[in-house]
Structures are given as C-alpha cells and as structure tokens.
C-alpha cells in the first residue's frame, strides 16, 4: 500500500461533537513512512540546491 492509498483508506467518525480520523494501524505505519520518505526527499534536494549555489558540486555531466 502507499502512502496516498492509505490516506483514501481514512474513515471520519463523530465522537462527543469531535470528527475524528480513523485508520488500521499498519495503514499509519505505511503513512508514517511515505510522510518520512517525502521528508528525506525535500531535505536532499535542498541541500543539493545548496550545494549547487555555492558551486559545491558541478552541474551536469561532461560528455
């Protein structure tokens, strides 16, 4: 499962006036996970970002 199909997987609940997300347990483990792949990404590319602005690392390939 992925980390989108476990968020289609979200059921709403109305508890004492509150609506409330409810989902299997290894559906937020799968969800926990995308959201930390997604993160380690973001903080890749902007660290190659980075890297690239301060001529750290040269662009492209030489061919």
């Keep these: 499962m992925t980390g989108l199909e476990a968020l289609q997987s979200v ?3 109305i508890v004492k006036g509150k609506r409330l997300a409810v989902l ?3 559906d937020w ?3 926990i996970e ?3 792949t ?3 990404t973001w ?3 902007s660290a ?3 890297l690239k602005g301060q001529g750290a690392i040269a662009i ?3 061919g």
């Design 11 to 13: 059921q709403f609940v």
């Design 24 to 26: 299997d347990a290894e």
């Design 29 to 31: 483990d799968t969800l």
């Design 34 to 36: 995308w959201v930390e």
């Design 38 to 40: 997604l993160e380690d």
């Design 43 to 45: 903080i890749a590319q």
């Design 48 to 50: 190659v970002a980075e």
């Design 60 to 62: 492209g390939l030489a």
